[in-house]
């Protein structure tokens, strides 16, 4: 549909009854103008609290358990209650949610066990309290909605916690269910995070998945636009909360904006660009609490007067850096690197970032700290022989230290760039532990002493021009 446009309200813009309001505000003048489809994040903490709930149950803590869902149930019952003149419908609705989060609680206390595929089912009950709620409230305020859970929209692959979209089934699912709602005049409130397989079991896209669940709507509906609304003015060229002097990027690319996701900048899911590239479907990073703000623009190139060089810094803490190092030149150490990522896709560990060096062939890469468990048991199994011979010494784990990005389009070809940057770290004396710069010059990673970390970025924020100009 070529002039929809997707608008997806993250968890804090629909934290509250007042948030709420301020998202159907914002819906109903888009509706004005064109036809509209919303995607809704869970209420701020909700997703947390639902996880939060179903470990306790597995655990077999049944007064945790009721509690959180006696809160769950209070809060969305006291929204509905403020925003709605008739809410009586969606109070039913909610009971119902409710009542099927308890059941499958129930279950896992009973079993003592957490099954994937029951997780998914549980934690998507969020987002469809929301997608309720703001139906119910943009109808009843003169804006016909219908709210949609992406349970039958969204198809995916079998990955529970983490899947993927099978995009050309999605396609027909949005054809099917969503183009007829739109053509009859309804605005579509669907739920972010889930989706279901093929064969219909309830799957989600990860945590803060519901970016990501915009996005591939955006590309299987066909829209002209996506906005994403947050509580920050965009994408910053750091965190200001490190940077005094950040600001907001008026314009930067799909990837440039990947990159900055997957180094840890929180405004969007790392997976959100990849399904609009194709289509060059464009992307505005919004304010709902700033509306005045104008957002930051994500689109498929640069404008040709935009100044080259580095764009944003970005920076990660709670990583770890594991080193692999064959022991005995005997042994090829294209193999050993082999074997070792062959063990994180295993784990479906991400790895943030990779340098090797030497003629030996170490190498070593960054991984989540929490993932971190999970990597060393992946690679012990697969490296178990050559460990217990003696190929491969010992893996050596360092948790002390940070990645840092420097990210931007223009940096190709501006010659000196890296040497600015290793100087304005190297000035502070903090020491480069590990480098990574792709040759398509989009990204420079370094990895550094974790104590280092906050006046790295604020050295190269500074050497690189990055902040607001006087
Ligand atoms: N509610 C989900 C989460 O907190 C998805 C999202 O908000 O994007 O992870
Ligand atoms: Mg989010």
């Given amino acids: 549909m070529s002039d929809l446009i997707v608008m997806k309200f993250g968890g804090t813009s629909m934290g509250t009854a007042g948030r709420i309001r301020i998202a159907a505000e914002i819906t109903a003048a888009e509706r004005a103008k064109r036809p509209v489809a919303v995607v809704v994040s869970a209420m701020s903490k909700v997703t947390d609290m639902l996880l939060d709930t179903l470990r306790h149950a597995e655990g077999g803590d049944r007064a ?10 209070e809060r969305h019952e006291t929204v ?21 989060f308890e059941r499958i609680s129930q279950g896992m206390l009973l079993l003592g066990d957490r099954p994937p595929r029951s997780v998914d089912e549980a934690m998507a009950i969020g987002e469809r309290l929301t997608a309720l709620i703001l139906a119910a ?39 099917a269910v969503v183009a007829p709602l739109l053509a009859a005049g309804s605005v579509v409130v669907m739920t972010g995070f889930n989706g279901a397989t093929a064969d219909g079991k309830p799957t989600t896209l990860g945590r803060g998945g519901s970016d990501f669940s915009a996005s591939i709507l955006a590309s299987a509906m066909d829209a002209s636009e996506l906005w994403i609304w947050t509580d920050v003015d965009g994408i910053m060229t750091a965190d200001p909360r490190l940077v005094k002097d950040a600001r907001v990027l008026d314009e930067v690319t799909y990837a440039e904006a990947a990159e900055l996701a997957y180094n840890g ?30 957002g930051t623009h994500i689109v498929a ?9 580095a764009r944003a810094v970005t920076s990660m803490a709670n990583v770890a850096l594991v080193s692999v190092e064959p022991a005995s030149a005997s042994i090829s150490g294209t193999r050993v690197m082999a074997r070792a990522l062959d063990a994180l896709d295993i ?59 420097v990210v931007g389009e223009g940096m190709r070809g501006v010659a000196g760039l890296a040497g600015r940057v290793f100087t304005a770290v190297s000035r502070e004396g ?4 590990a480098i990574a710069q792709g040759s398509n010059e989009l990204t420079i990673n370094l990895v550094v ?22």
């Fill in 64 to 73: 945790t358990m009721e509690r959180n869902i006696a809160a769950l149930r």
């Fill in 80 to 100: 509905a209650n403020e925003l709605l003149r008739s809410p009586e419908e969606v109070l039913t609705g909610i009971a119902g949610l409710i009542a099927e």
């Fill in 137 to 175: 409230y943009l109808t009843e305020t003169g804006t016909p909605a219908e709210a949609v859970n992406a349970a039958s929209v969204l198809v995916t692959d079998s990955v529970f916690g983490n899947a993927t979209p099978i995009m050309n089934l999605t396609r027909a699912k949005g054809v």
């Fill in 265 to 294: 900048a929180k405004v969007l899911h790392p997976r959100t660009l990849a399904p609009l590239v194709e289509k060059k479907i464009p992307v505005w990073s919004k304010n709902s609490f700033n509306l005045a703000a104008p």
């Fill in 301 to 309: 190139a640069l404008r040709a007067d935009e100044p080259r060089g």
């Fill in 347 to 405: 784990v479906n560990a991400e790895v943030l970032t990779l340098s090797s060096s030497s003629y030996r062939q170490s190498f070593c890469f960054l991984v989540r700290k929490d993932e971190l468990p999970a990597v060393l048991k992946g690679l012990e199994e697969a490296l178990a022989l050559e460990l217990e011979h003696g190929y491969v010494k010992p893996f050596e784990i360092d948790e002390n230290v940070g990645l840092l990005a």
């Fill in 430 to 433: 903090i020491s480069i532990i």
């Fill in 449 to 470: 002493s974790r104590d280092g970390l906050e006046r790295a970025v604020k050295a190269i924020h500074a050497e690189c021009g990055l902040g607001r100009r006087a």
